[in-house]
């Protein structure tokens, strides 16, 4: 089984400035890592996915982020966020039949 | 042409009462979960089925029944509805039950118990 932490429940930034939502995983077996974001009042939607490969992906949205393997961790990056970035992120590590989710992270862009 | 669609969107019941959500995917995908998402935008799995056979059924009380009449369709029956109940409850599907295959959500319904 797998566990994971996202360490910021909230994020406030302004807009155009970089960010990062931090993603820790604990797991006994490999684990496939995915984001997922939740806009207001909608279903989450896939962001972007490390299966194997290199361990910097490319997501949608300008959206980033990196498996680190010693580290346990997959952040999230993107350079310059924008007001309709606001909304929720998840990471979803899994290496197990039931697919389960980080707690997320809000992310507020302020103008 | 939705993928995954779920209704209704909005449901307002006093406690006690009955009710059944619906979810229908044309991803032609052979997994489909439903999901809790409380007020704190926890995510919690209840049930899931692959190809018609329940394979996770988590600690949920049973007075939550699920139903897949075939692949495309689950449904989620609630009986004897209580105030804990009020969350938004997310129906999701996938392709087979890989551990690589991203889930792909509805919108949701909001279930408001009073």
């Known amino acids: 089984a797998q566990s994971v932490t996202q360490l910021d429940s909230q994020v406030p930034v302004f807009e155009e400035a970089p960010v990062e939502l931090r993603c820790n995983y604990s797991?006994?077996?490999?684990?496939?890592l995915f984001w997922y974001v939740q806009y207001p009042n909608q279903g989450l939607q896939l962001l972007l996915k490390?299966?194997?490969?290199?361990?910097l992906v490319k997501g949608i949205n300008g959206f980033e982020a990196e498996f680190n393997k010693s580290q346990t961790s997959f952040h999230l990056r993107k350079p310059s966020v924008h007001i309709s970035d606001t909304a929720e992120y998840f990471c979803a590590p899994r290496g197990s039949y039931i697919p389960t989710f980080g707690r997320g992270t809000s992310l507020i862009v302020h103008p | 042409d939705t993928a995954v669609s779920q209704t209704p969107k909005y449901l307002v019941t006093q406690m006690g009462n009955d009710k059944s959500i619906k979810c229908e995917q044309n991803?032609?995908?052979?997994?489909m979960y439903w999901y809790k998402q409380d007020s704190k935008k926890f995510l919690k799995i209840m049930f899931s089925y692959n190809n018609k056979e329940l394979i996770i059924n988590e600690t949920v009380p049973n007075r939550f029944s699920p139903k897949s009449p075939d692949k495309a369709h689950l449904n989620l029956h609630i009986n004897s509805l209580e105030l804990g109940d009020s969350a938004v409850y997310f129906c999701?599907?996938?392709?087979?039950?890989?551990?690589?295959?991203?889930?792909?959500f509805g919108n949701g319904t909001r279930l408001t118990v009073t």
């Open positions: 490390y299966l194997s490969g290199s361990t």
């Open positions: 991803l032609g995908h052979d997994t």
């Open positions: 999701a599907s996938s392709q087979g039950n890989r551990y690589n295959s991203p889930l792909h």
């Open positions: 797991s006994s077996v490999s684990v496939y």
